[in-house]
């Protein structure tokens, strides 16, 4: 087969030109991470080819003694690195170099700041190491054969960091890819082989396979050189070696390489587990959430090694969704080999590995939130949302999930969720039963919603739960440490034995001598409530609607309703407040078609209060300007 070996010229997509120029400006400080991005893609590329030879020998064509090479030109001004890897057929450079395929490009810009700070990490999320060469370099060069074509298919593809690219096709006899970097006038301190080692150990000591340099030594009275490899890294994979032996800077720079992130992480959890089922783990939380921590398509789950060979990215079956953000490695000495996905899913050991993980992720997670509550909060304001999605998907862990999560309550009314469930508990009144909580639309519609008065006036603590997922959470969240959870805005207000038997009784005497007044409510508001009773929840507001006991919390039913689901509308009940003027005066409303106008401006405004929306705000403000009218005519 003869192969075009056309020379073409190709455009960058647009946003690689950005991509380039940020990377430049944002970090040349740090410029001497290109090495470890680009040895980090050999490093890659040998797990591919040491996984696809799994099942095809002869891939590896005869060379399985995979290995990374840093070889330097003074004369030249360049510095190549160089892997026996899979490498790259001419479609795969033109998708993989001249393009960027993964899904979040629009994302990725949208959320650029301009801070180069927060730029450059937003970088490593995107994984884009590759672009990291022109930091150092004018020009670079990319050499490639993908293992298993014949050696007219190799590539070599060359850019100058512009806009655009050239790709050929030539004759290659070794499979891999070698880059090479012309470096710029001011970037000879990267020809110097000690520098280079110095950001090899710096970097790249864990990577797992030989980074080799060759020296040349002549002997001049013989006029022989000779050349020997000296291999700059220790080689040896990070979580198989002992706690006590690896440094911060080591564990950091590793969660850096598997993570694609530039950022140091909050926390790495390394794990050995012998016995009957022998794996470790080595897991990181993240510092910040990835921008895609929301789409479904994002790549989530830690990389799955067998007895230390690569077997596959991303391994969803090992965590469940919610612990979507940790990365990092899990190395199974028991799975076979050639274990695929499909085996994965139901797989008796993998269920085991991946039940212990997660218990150790959360027990990592409960003794930061009780040791480092600072960094614990960083967590927490990145996943803590991610995390609530645990309550509803791992009922057996629902309890601890419940412990390490942090809300936002009336003890401080601070909008950054900073409250256990257990400091909630530990300031219970004497005589509360319950854990009270509100949700609502909006932090501010849960701290002034008319529902509160009454908690307030007793000094009852709620939480205000405003986030989306609250509205599941609470409904898979029923109780906790044996005490249930309760929503101020559902049912008949019970505050057990917190209640005031003076206040009860008062209550329901009123009860009897506003019947008429009850009943007149009702008849006029008939479309719109189901029932009209006295309470003593509220204080300062004539009215507030409640949800029916059994019946769907209020925000929960707008919240589907905004989704576009098809749920039936279910009617609230209102209460209202004896004591309040409003109420009094209405009673002394004779006049039955104004009687019905301040009978929907009531309920209008307990919706109101509430942070909802009404169906027909115009007439509302209507009712109200003739009220108002009617007021100063008197
Ligand atoms: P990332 O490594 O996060 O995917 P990079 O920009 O570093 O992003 O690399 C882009 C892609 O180019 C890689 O995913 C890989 O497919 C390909 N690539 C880069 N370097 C090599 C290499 N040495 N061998 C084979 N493929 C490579
Ligand atoms: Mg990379």
Not at 315 to 336: H, K
Not at 351 to 364: C, D, H, P, Q
Request: a negative charge.
């Amino acid at each position: 087969m003869t192969v075009e070996a056309h020379k073409e010229t190709l455009g960058f997509q647009t946003e690689i030109k950005q991509i380039l120029d940020l990377m430049i400006h944002s970090l040349y400080s740090n410029k001497e991470i290109f090495l470890r991005e680009l040895i980090s893609n050999a490093s890659d590329a040998a797990d591919k080819l040491r996984f696809e030879a799994l099942s095809d020998d002869a891939l590896y064509e005869g060379d399985s003694e995979l290995k990374i090479w840093i070889e330097v030109d003074k004369a030249a001004r360049t510095v190549s690195i160089r892997d026996n890897g899979i490498g790259m057929s001419r479609e795969e450079v033109i998708s993989h170099i001249g393009t960027i395929a993964k899904s979040g490009t629009r994302e990725f810009f949208k959320n650029l700041t301009g801070d180069s700070a927060k730029d450059s990490q937003l970088i490593g999320q995107f994984g884009v190491g590759f672009y990291s060469a022109f930091i150092v370099a004018d020009k670079v060069t990319l050499v490639t054969r993908r293992a298993g074509l014949s050696a007219e298919h190799g590539v070599r593809w060359e850019s100058v960091g512009d806009g655009q690219y050239s790709i050929e096709t030539l004759e290659r006899k070794t499979h891999g890819t070698e880059v090479t970097l012309h470096l710029r006038e001011e970037e000879s301190e990267f020809l110097e082989e000690y520098r280079l080692k110095g950001i090899v150990k710096k970097y790249s000591d864990h990577i797992s396979l030989p980074i080799v340099m060759p020296t040349t030594e002549t002997d001049p009275e013989k006029n022989e050189t000779t050349v020997s490899e000296e291999v700059l890294n220790s080689a040896q994979a990070l979580w198989a070696r002992a706690k006590h032996e690896i440094t911060e800077e080591e564990y950091n720079e590793f969660y850096k390489h598997v993570a694609h992130d530039f950022e140091d992480p909050l926390a790495h959890i390394h794990n050995k587990v012998e016995g009957k089922l022998e794996y470790s783990s080595l897991l990181y939380i993240p510092a910040r959430a990835p921008f895609d921590l929301w789409d479904r398509q994002q790549r989530r789950g830690v990389k799955l090694y067998v007895r230390r060979v690569f077997i596959m990215d991303d391994s969803e079956q090992l965590l469940p969704p919610y612990l979507r953000f940790i990365r990092g490695v899990i190395d199974s000495n028991d799975l076979p080999l050639n274990v695929s996905r499909e085996i994965l899913q139901h797989n008796k050991q993998i269920e085991a590995i991946r039940g212990g993980t997660v218990k150790k992720v959360l027990s990592t997670l409960e003794n930061m939130a009780a040791n480092e509550p600072e960094k614990y909060a960083i967590f927490w304001k990145e996943f803590g949302r991610v995390i609530k999605e645990g309550v509803l998907e791992d009922h057996g862990n629902r309890e601890k999930i419940a412990k390490i999560m942090r809300f936002s309550t009336t003890h401080d009314d601070n909008p950054t969720p900073a409250i256990s469930l257990d400091d909630y508990i530990s300031r219970m009144k004497e005589g509360q039963e319950k854990i009270y909580y509100i949700t609502a639309e909006s932090f501010a519609s849960a701290q002034h919603s008319p529902h509160m008065e009454i908690f307030r006036k007793k000094g009852i603590e709620v939480l205000l739960l405003a986030e989306q997922i609250d509205e599941w959470l609470v409904m898979h969240l029923t109780e906790y440490q044996g005490k249930s959870l309760q929503s101020v805005t559902k049912g008949q207000l019970d505050l057990g034995s917190l209640e005031d038997e003076a206040e009860k009784q008062e209550v329901e005497k009123a009860q009897d001598a506003l019947k008429p007044l009850l009943d007149r409510l009702q008849a006029a508001l008939v479309d719109k409530v189901k029932s009209v009773r006295i309470t003593y929840r509220l204080t300062s507001s004539p009215a507030c609607l409640v949800a029916d006991d059994s019946g769907m919390d209020a925000s929960l039913e707008r919240l589907l309703k905004a989704a576009g689901q098809a749920i039936p509308s279910t009617k609230p009940i209102m209460e209202i407040n004896p004591q309040h003027p409003l109420i009094t005066a209405l009673q002394e409303e004779t006049d039955e078609a104004r009687f019905k106008d301040w009978a929907l401006i009531l309920c209008d405004q307990a919706l109101l209060s509430e942070g909802a929306q009404l169906d027909d705000p115009a007439a509302f403000v209507s009712r109200l300007n003739n009220m108002l009218i009617a007021m100063r005519n008197r």
